[in-house]
Nanobody
Framework: VQLQASGGGTVQAGGSLRLSCVASRSTFSNYGMAWFRQAPGKEREFVSAIDPSGVTRRYLDSVKGRFTISRDNAKNTLYLQMNNLKPEDTAGYYC????????????????????WGQGTQVTVSS
């Protein structure tokens, strides 16, 4: 499956952005999905994940209450609504996919995902 992420940009602290990730396959509803991010000089970091049905969601502690992951299986699209953005959220954001369910405790592990998008840059100014 090919993943195309979009929606990044530059915003001031406190602002909002919505990222989208469109999958190329109509079997999108079978895939567990996630967002990761990577800032310059830092390791890739888990942000959020959602199971194929959209019921189970996981978040990085520092984004809980500010970010919301969702999916529209009819549109083969994954979303990340980001509110109250902070300068420390500045990074390249990448969507990732894995065919089938993922053990909940493994949803934050980059290694379980088989497919990755090209990334979209989010810059938050103070």
């Amino acid at each position: 499956v090919q993943l195309q992420a979009s929606g990044g940009g530059t915003v001031q602290a406190g602002g909002s952005l919505r990222l989208s990730c469109v999958a190329s396959r109509s079997t999108f509803s079978n895939y567990g999905m996630a967002w990761f991010r990577q800032a310059p000089g830092k390791e890739r970091e888990f942000v959020s994940a959602i199971d194929p049905s959209g019921v189970t969601r996981r978040y990085l502690d520092s984004v809980k209450g500010r970010f919301t992951i969702s999916r529209d299986n009819a549109k083969n699209t994954l979303y990340l609504q980001m509110n109250n953005l902070k300068p420390e959220d500045t990074a390249g954001y990448y969507c990732a996919a894995r065919n089938g369910r993922i053990i909940v405790s493994h949803m934050s592990r980059a290694g379980v995902y088989d497919y990755w998008g090209q990334g979209t840059q989010v810059t938050v100014s103070s």
